[in-house]
């Protein structure tokens, strides 16, 4: 609450999950009824976001996106946190040549941006929302790997953990009693983070046709349809790209405001 940013970033996070959560009953309109008004209708008046060129209400459209958007985020962020997590304390703990085996496959994806290895996964797999956000998901691991793996080799460094070795601590109690707890702050912050790095990379799959199909209600694939309309009816385009704009802009400041909050340096 002392971090303005964080107080912000929570508030849209909050604002968007209420959207998604509650869509039925916010959205005047089922987001795929065409002739629910006029084509083009601008915005104002009965429509408040205008309509678009099947005469559907764009209003509708992005309140049911939230659900799409928050969705794929949240997946998204859970496979790359699970296995990127998993993989990087497992190589840390274990050290020698599994270390150099787990490390050395994930600095070879690092050389590949997650773009491209997404595209590659949905290449293979099929365009659909569901490949997209497992590829997005597959395409985060390294860096939640790489990220985990330092953040456990710092704490395998200290002497609170050397004293667990030399007391007899099994391996168990060592990884989930020692490791995992101290490594989870940086883990929570960097996934938060991550959601609108998943977000825009869900989006720009399915701006290229890679990820959701019609007639889901997701905002990359709305920017996609507006782009032919985009002098007759700017709106279809600019409310779309707003929405993933102010949802990344949230996840961010709310990271930041965790970070603030979870470091004992910064809250000092």
């Known amino acids: 609450m002392r971090s303005p940013s964080g107080v912000i970033g929570l508030v849209i996070v909050v604002a968007l999950v209420l959207c998604a959560g509650f869509a039925d009953y916010l959205a005047p309109y089922s987001p795929s009824k065409m002739g629910a008004g006029g084509?083009?209708?601008?915005?104002?008046?009965?429509y408040l976001l205008g309509t678009d060129e099947f005469g559907r209400d764009v209003l509708s459209r992005i309140i049911y996106g939230a659900r799409v958007t928050l969705l794929v985020g949240a997946v998204a962020v859970g496979i790359s946190l699970v296995a990127g997590t998993l993989i990087g304390m497992f190589a840390a703990f274990r050290r020698g040549w599994v270390e150099a085996l787990l490390m050395r496959s994930t600095d070879v994806l690092f050389s590949f941006?997650?773009?491209?290895?997404?595209?590659?996964?949905?290449?293979?797999?099929g365009p659909s929302l569901q490949n997209a956000v497992i590829a997005v998901g597959v395409a985060g691991i390294p860096f939640y790997a790489r990220?985990?793996?330092?953040?456990?080799?710092?704490?395998?460094?200290k002497p609170y953990f050397e004293a667990s070795i030399a007391a007899g601590a099994g391996s168990a109690r060592l990884v989930f009693l020692h490791?995992?707890?101290?490594?989870?702050?940086?883990?929570?912050?960097i996934a938060t983070l991550g959601v609108s790095t998943a977000i825009l990379a869900a989006a720009g799959?399915?701006?290229?046709?890679?990820?959701?199909?019609?007639?889901?209600?997701?905002?990359?694939?709305m920017l996609a349809g507006s782009r032919d309309y985009i002098n007759r009816a700017p709106w279809l385009m600019t409310i779309p790209g707003v929405a993933i704009a102010v949802s990344v802009l949230g996840f961010n400041l709310l990271g930041d405001g965790l970070r603030a909050s979870l470091d004992p340096v910064q809250r000092r």
């Open 147 to 157: 990220t985990c793996y330092s953040a456990a080799l710092v704490e395998r460094s």
């Open 205 to 221: 799959l399915s701006f290229l046709g890679l990820g959701a199909q019609p007639p889901t209600s997701e905002w990359g694939y």
């Open 179 to 189: 490791l995992l707890p101290n490594v989870l702050t940086t883990m929570i912050v």
């Open 113 to 125: 941006t997650e773009t491209l290895i997404a595209l590659s996964f949905v290449a293979v797999l």
């Open 39 to 46: 084509r083009f209708v601008p915005p104002g008046g009965k």
